[in-house]
C-alpha cells in the first residue's frame, strides 16, 4: 500500500482546488484590474489596453496625493486611538479572573456579528445632532445647570443660556470616531492574544525588584507584547486605510478617503482605468507599509513571537 | 552533637522572619491553615512538602504576591499586612526564572537597581560583582536565549542577589535542571548562602535538595506545618507518620500498647512481631505506629544476636541501584518490608528472589509514632 502522504493523488486532490479558487476568484480578476490600469476609455463602456501610464501620472496629481495622505492620517489616527483603548481593554481581559473572560472577549466579538451598515447607522443615531450622545449632554448640562441654580448662581448663566446641540455628524471627527469603532475588536483581540500568552512571573519578577507598577507596565509589559503591538497596529491600519462606507455615511463633504474617489471612477464616474490605477496606487503603498513592518521586526522578534 | 551545637548557634542569631498564624483561604480551600514560624538571620531555611501543601503559597505570601486571611508576617521585625511586593526588602528567584527575554544579561541584573535610581556606576559595580558571584563574568551583553538554563538560573539569582535583600525567597530553583546539574548546583548554593551570609528561604517538594541543602526544614502537609527541625533529626526521629513516611523511605507498622513497664518501656503488640518492649519516653495508649528505616533492617541467613528483633521470612524482590540494592521482603507474618543493603564491595551477596532468611534490627532503631 502507498504510503498516502507521498502519493501525487493526494497531493493533487487537495492542491488543485485552493489553486484554482485562487487564481479564478482572486488572481485572475486582479490581473484584469491591473491590466485595466494601463487602458484607455474608448466610448462608455468600451476600455482599450493601450500600456499607457496616463492613469498613473494622473493618480499622482497633488489632488489625488493630498487624499492619500489624508486617508493615511486618519487610518494613523485611528490605529492609535485603537491601540490606545485597546492597550487596558486587553490588560483587563488577560488579568480578569476565568469566568469573565469569555463573556468580555465575546463583547469584543459581538460587533463582528453585527452588519457594518447597520453599526454605522446606529452610529449615525448616536452621534446625530438630536441623536442619543447629544441627549445625554443635554441630561448633564440640566442638571448641572439646576444645580447651580440650587446653590443660587442661576441668575449668572455660567453655563450658557441653553444648552447648544454639538455637530457631531458629517465631519472628519465623526470618520475617525466611526473608523475607531469599526476597528477597536482587530487591536484588542491580537494584543489580548499576546498578553495571555506572557508568563505572569515576568511581571512579578519586576514588581519583586522593586518597580512600580508604571515602570512595569513601561520595561516589560509593552516590550514582551510587542508582536502583539504590531499585528494590532497592522491589521488595524489597514483595513482602515482602505474604508469606503465608513466616510461615505459618517463624513462631511471634506472627508471623503481614498476608497471614495476609487468607487466613484468605478460607478458614478465611469472612468475604471484610472479607479484601477488608484486601487493599484493604494495596493503598492500598502505593500511599502507591510515592508517596513517586516523590516523593523526582522532583528529583535527572536524569542518573542 | 555537632548537629545540636550548629541549632545553638542559629537560634542565638536576630529574627529576621516571625510568621504567625498565618491562614490563607482560596474560596473555600485552606491553602495555608494556621502556621507559625521563626527564621533566624544567615540561616538556610527549607519549606518541604508535597504538591499542593501550602509551601508556595506561604512563599508568595512572603514576598507580597499573596495575603493572609489571618495571621502576621513580620519580615525584619516590620509588619508586612499591606506592603506591595515592590517595597519589601525580599526578592524571590522563580520556578521559572523569568529572566526578561528582551533584556541582556547586565540590563536583567542591573533592572532592579535602575528602577530605584541607584547612580549609574554604583549600578555598574554591583552588577559585576554580582555576577562574578554566579561565576557569570563576561556574559553581559549575551540574551537569555543564548543561554543554558542553569545560566539562566544564575542570572535569575543574580538579579535577586544584587538587591542585597534581607531574605532571598526561591521557588523550587533547581526543578527545571537535569540531575547532575541539580546535583552540582546544591552544593554551588549552599556555599553562596555562607559567602554573602543572606537568609535563603527555599521551597521545594525534593526532600533531597532539603536535607542536603538546608540548616533546617519545615514539613508541610495540607496547609499545615508538621515538623520543623534540622536534617538530620528530621530524618532520624520524625515526630509523626506522615514526616516519617514523606521522607526518606520508612516500613510503617501498626501496633496496640499493651501496658508500661518501670524506665520509661513500652509494652506494644503487632501483627509482624508479635509482643515486644521498647524503650518510649511518654505514656501512650490504644494504636499506634512503629517504624524503621530500611538502611537499619538486617538479613542474614541465620538467626540474629537475641539482642535484635528477628523474625522468619522469604525475599519477593530485589531491584539493584548501582550504589545499593532494595530488597522487598515478605513476612511469614503477613506484611511486606523493604531493607536497603550498600554495596560496599564488587562481592557482596547477591540476594535472590524467593531466598528464605531471617530479617531483624536493634530495638532502638524502632521509631514510635503516635499519629
Given at each position: ?305 | ?165 534581607r531574605v532571598l525567597l526561591l521557588d523550587e530553583p533547581l526543578s527545571a535542571l537535569d540531575a547532575k546539574l541539580r546535583e552540582a548546583m546544591q552544593l554551588e548554593l549552599v556555599k553562596l548562602q555562607k559567602a554573602v551570609g543572606i537568609t535563603f ?171
Amino acid at each position: 500500500m502507498d504510503y498516502w502522504r507521498k502519493s501525487n493523488k493526494v497531493f493533487l486532490s487537495f492542491g488543485i482546488p485552493p489553486t484554482i479558487w485562487l487564481f479564478a476568484f482572486f488572481l485572475g480578476p486582479l490581473f484584469l484590474v491591473w491590466g485595466l490600469s494601463f487602458g484607455e476609455k474608448q466610448g462608455i463602456i468600451r476600455v482599450a489596453i493601450t500600456g499607457t501610464l496616463e492613469n498613473y501620472l494622473r493618480a499622482l496629481q497633488p489632488l489625488y496625493l493630498q487624499i492619500f495622505l489624508k486617508s493615511f492620517w486618519y487610518a494613523g489616527l485611528t490605529t492609535f486611538f485603537c491601540l490606545v483603548i485597546s492597550f487596558p481593554v486587553a490588560l483587563a481581559i488577560t488579568f480578569v479572573s476565568d469566568r469573565w473572560k469569555p463573556i468580555l472577549l465575546l463583547l469584543i466579538i459581538l460587533p463582528f456579528w453585527t452588519n457594518l451598515l447597520i453599526r454605522t447607522y446606529a452610529l449615525i443615531a448616536v452621534l446625530r445632532t438630536n441623536g442619543y450622545l447629544n441627549d445625554l449632554l443635554e441630561l448633564i448640562w440640566q442638571s448641572a445647570d439646576s444645580g447651580l441654580r440650587i446653590l443660587g448662581l442661576g441668575d449668572w448663566n455660567l453655563l450658557g443660556e441653553r444648552f447648544h446641540r454639538f455637530e457631531l455628524l458629517y465631519n472628519n471627527f465623526a470618520v475617525v470616531y466611526g473608523l475607531v469603532y469599526v476597528h477597536l475588536p482587530f487591536m484588542v483581540l491580537p494584543l489580548y492574544a499576546a498578553l495571555d500568552r506572557m508568563d505572569r512571573s515576568y511581571i512579578e519578577v519586576s514588581l519583586d525588584l522593586g518597580a512600580s507598577q508604571w515602570r512595569t507596565f513601561l520595561s516589560v509589559i509593552v516590550p514582551l507584547a510587542l508582536p502583539g503591538i504590531i499585528s494590532g497596529v497592522i491589521i488595524t491600519f489597514i483595513p482602515a486605510l482602505g474604508t469606503y462606507l465608513t466616510p461615505d455615511l459618517l463624513g462631511g463633504t471634506d472627508s471623503q478617503m481614498i476608497a471614495n474617489v476609487i468607487e466613484r471612477q468605478f460607478k458614478s464616474a465611469n472612468d475604471w482605468p484610472f479607479g484601477a490605477a488608484l486601487s493599484f496606487l493604494l495596493m503598492y503603498l500598502t505593500f511599502f507599509a507591510l515592508s517596513v513592518r517586516a523590516l523593523l521586526t526582522n532583528h529583535d522578534e527572536k524569542g518573542l513571537a | 552533637m555537632e548537629i545540636n551545637h550548629k541549632a545553638h548557634f542559629m537560634a542565638d542569631r536576630p529574627v529576621i522572619l516571625q510568621i504567625q498564624k498565618v491562614v490563607k483561604r482560596f474560596g473555600n480551600i485552606h491553602a495555608v491553615n494556621g502556621v507559625n514560624l521563626t527564621i533566624h538571620e544567615g540561616e538556610f531555611f527549607a519549606l518541604l512538602g508535597p504538591s499542593g501543601c501550602g509551601k508556595t503559597t506561604l512563599l508568595r505570601m512572603l514576598a507580597g504576591f499573596e495575603f493572609p486571611n489571618e495571621g502576621s508576617i513580620k519580615i525584619d521585625g516590620e509588619e508586612t499586612k499591606d506592603v506591595p511586593p515592590n517595597q519589601r526588602p525580599v526578592n524571590m528567584v522563580f520556578q521559572s526564572y523569568a529572566v526578561f527575554p528582551h533584556m541582556t544579561v547586565f540590563d536583567n541584573v542591573a533592572y532592579g537597581l535602575r528602577v530605584v535610581n541607584v547612580p549609574r556606576e554604583e549600578i555598574k559595580e554591583r552588577v559585576k560583582d554580582a555576577l562574578a558571584l554566579v561565576k557569570l563574568d563576561g556574559y553581559n551583553s549575551r540574551k537569555p536565549d543564548q543561554l543554558s538554563g542553569g545560566q539562566r538560573q544564575r542570572v535569575a539569582l543574580a538579579r535577586a542577589l544584587v538587591k542585597r535583600p534581607r531574605v532571598l525567597l526561591l521557588d523550587e530553583p533547581l526543578s527545571a535542571l537535569d540531575a547532575k546539574l541539580r546535583e552540582a548546583m546544591q552544593l554551588e548554593l549552599v556555599k553562596l548562602q555562607k559567602a554573602v551570609g543572606i537568609t535563603f528561604l527555599i521551597v521545594t517538594h525534593d526532600q533531597d535538595e532539603a536535607l542536603s541543602m538546608a540548616d533546617r526544614i519545615a514539613v508541610m502537609e495540607n496547609g499545615v506545618v508538621r515538623q520543623v527541625a534540622h536534617p538530620r533529626e528530621l530524618y532520624e526521629s520524625p515526630n509523626c507518620k506522615f514526616v516519617a513516611d514523606f521522607i526518606g523511605r520508612m516500613n510503617l507498622f501498626s501496633g496496640i500498647v499493651e501496658g508500661h513497664e518501670d524506665g520509661g518501656r513500652l509494652k506494644v503488640k503487632t501483627e509482624l512481631l508479635g509482643k515486644l518492649t521498647i524503650s518510649y519516653n511518654e505514656k501512650l495508649s490504644g494504636e499506634l505506629h512503629l517504624a524503621v528505616r530500611p538502611e537499619k533492617l538486617r538479613i542474614s541467613s541465620e538467626i540474629l544476636p537475641p539482642s535484635h528483633f528477628s523474625f522468619p521470612g522469604e525475599i519477593d524482590a530485589v531491584v539493584y541501584h548501582g550504589s545499593e540494592t532494595h530488597v522487598y521482603l515478605k513476612t511469614d507474618a503477613g506484611p511486606l518490608l523493604c531493607a536497603t543493603l550498600t554495596n560496599i564491595s564488587r562481592s557482596s551477596i547477591r540476594p535472590k528472589r524467593g531466598d528464605r532468611l531471617w530479617i531483624g534490627w536493634a530495638p532502638e532503631d524502632t521509631l514510635v509514632l503516635s499519629e
